[in-house]
């Protein structure tokens, strides 16, 4: 069973970087698998922001990260890395990656309950 943990959060100033990490273990992310980056703001569902195919490292982002947060994978597949730049008040949240495995149809890529195996998150806090 894929095991995954995230690490890289902390609290910056806005306008700072981030590099979270999210690190694979007990089992194997194949080239047909999504992996992807949620966050949770208090009181609020989990929602995806970036997600990536290992197939064809298709990535896909939500408009709201679009062009700041940048998705990537190592070529073993072992670890799922977002960088964060251009930091914002507003993307205070947990993050949480997640795997799964399969074909996910198109607009499904950032939605967390298409996602199976969940890291426990990491807290992003950024202040003004």
């Known amino acids: 069973q894929v ?7 902390g609290s910056v100033q806005a306008g700072a970087s981030l590099r979270l990490s999210c690190s694979v273990s007990g089992g194997v992310i194949t080239n047909s698998d999504y992996m992807g980056w949620f966050r949770q703001f208090p009181g609020k569902e989990r929602e995806g922001i970036a997600s990536i195919y290992t197939g064809r490292e298709t990535t896909f982002y939500d408009d709201s990260v679009k062009g700041r947060f940048t998705i990537s994978l190592n070529s073993a597949r072992t670890t799922l890395f977002l960088q964060m730049d251009n930091l914002k008040p507003e993307d205070t949240a947990m993050y949480f990656c997640a795997s799964v495995g399969g074909y996910l149809p198109r607009f499904w890529e950032l939605d967390a309950k298409k996602y199976k195996y969940w890291g426990q998150g990491t807290q992003v806090t950024v202040s003004s």
Not at 3 to 9: F, R
């Open 3 to 9: 095991q995954l943990v995230e690490s890289g959060g």
